[in-house]
């Protein structure tokens, strides 16, 4: 029997369906994961996506020829049956089952297992064949509870306070800095100041429903409030990374930088960054997490894309899971 997916130039391609998932080159019918840059692009001639995921496309993609579905909801695209599934990435995250030539795939895109208050929790789907992501495609990779880092993160602001220093903590502008203020809501007493990036997120993240701390944009206390006559001193900061050495930051007369990300489990991803703190809080799945899903899938067959696949693959092989790696273009998450 021939692959139901299939790499091609162009990104993963279903022929039976004649469309292509997440691809990184312009096609007729594109069938997206998630919003993130590096999974949906512009050019492509229409987009299947979940009905959670229109808002963030529309925000990202602009104006385009969405086909819009509902999680679990079959539809026909050629001759393979497809439906969209909770992911837990991102607000809208998808995964992608299709039936095809008596086989059922499933297309992970990323997922995490972890609770998250921003968007759908993962959803497990049975299947002959499973393609996952492996970011964290590492025994050491482990998440700590986010709550406990929300926590950590209120404790690091009162601490910059004690020396007058503004908190700045970079995080990707779509999913990763909702979810850390939605954490953050139970345990944070003022608003949290954010980049005009990071902004634009949060105002999507806002009419889908979602709760999160309140929020007040940096320009917009920028001039005589008390904040800024201060150099926001005690105050949390959150901003985008490409916000790091830049200009922007001249108007915070002293502050500590901090990187909420998962790859901050390990010392020298910080030093590198010269960041001054680190907080583990990932959108992805961690290792248990992975072999977890892998496993509850049931799936006969494993292909790993995007990260760190040699351990994973070499992890399944031992324990007896036919698994191979597939390259892809996919990778950091904005």
């Not at 919003?35 to 959670?52: F, K, L, N």
């Not at 909770?86 to 039936?99: D, F, K, M, T």
């Not at 020396?163 to 779509?174: D, T």
């Not at 999160?212 to 005589?224: K, L, N, R, W």
Request: hydrophobic letters at 40%; a negative charge; aromatic letters at 8%.
């Amino acid at each position: 029997m021939r692959d139901v997916v299939q790499l091609r130039p162009e990104g993963l391609y279903c022929p039976a369906g004649q469309f292509y998932i997440d691809p990184w080159r312009p096609v007729a019918t594109a069938v997206l994961t998630h919003g993130h840059g590096d999974h949906a692009r512009v050019g492509m001639g229409c987009y299947h996506t979940s009905a959670e995921g229109l808002p963030i496309l529309q925000w990202r993609l602009g104006d385009q020829d969405y086909r819009v579905h509902e999680y679990g909801q079959p539809f026909m695209l050629g001759n393979a049956r497809v439906s969209l599934h909770p992911a837990g990435h991102v607000l809208g995250s998808a995964q992608v089952r299709i039936e095809a030539d008596g086989q059922t795939w499933v297309v992970s895109g990323d997922y995490k297992r972890q609770p998250d208050p921003t968007c759908s929790p993962f959803e497990v789907v049975a299947c002959d064949t499973f393609i996952t992501e492996a970011t964290f495609g590492l025994p050491i990779y482990r998440w700590p509870g986010t709550a406990d880092v929300a926590q950590d993160i209120v404790q690091w602001r009162d601490h910059c306070a004690t020396r007058g220093e503004a908190a700045i903590l970079y995080c990707y502008a779509l999913g990763k800095a909702q979810r850390v203020l939605a954490e953050l809501k139970p345990f944070i007493d003022r608003p949290v100041y954010v980049h005009g990036a990071i902004a634009a997120g949060v105002d999507v993240y806002r009419q889908a429903g979602i709760d999160m701390a309140d929020t007040q944009g940096v320009i917009d206390a920028d001039g005589d409030s008390p904040a800024s006559r201060a150099g926001f001193a005690g105050e949390l900061i959150i901003a985008p990374p490409s916000a790091a050495g830049s200009a922007w930051l001249r108007r915070f007369r002293k502050a500590q930088h901090g990187f909420a990300s998962g790859w901050m489990r390990l010392r020298g991803n910080r030093r590198r960054r010269n960041m001054d703190r680190g907080f583990v809080v990932s959108d992805h799945a961690d290792w248990p997490d992975l072999l977890r899903t892998i496993h509850d899938t049931g799936a006969r067959r494993v292909i790993a894309t995007h990260g760190d696949t040699d351990a994973l693959v070499r992890t399944l092989n031992e324990a007896g899971v036919a698994a191979e790696t597939l390259a892809t273009q996919y990778g950091e998450d904005d």
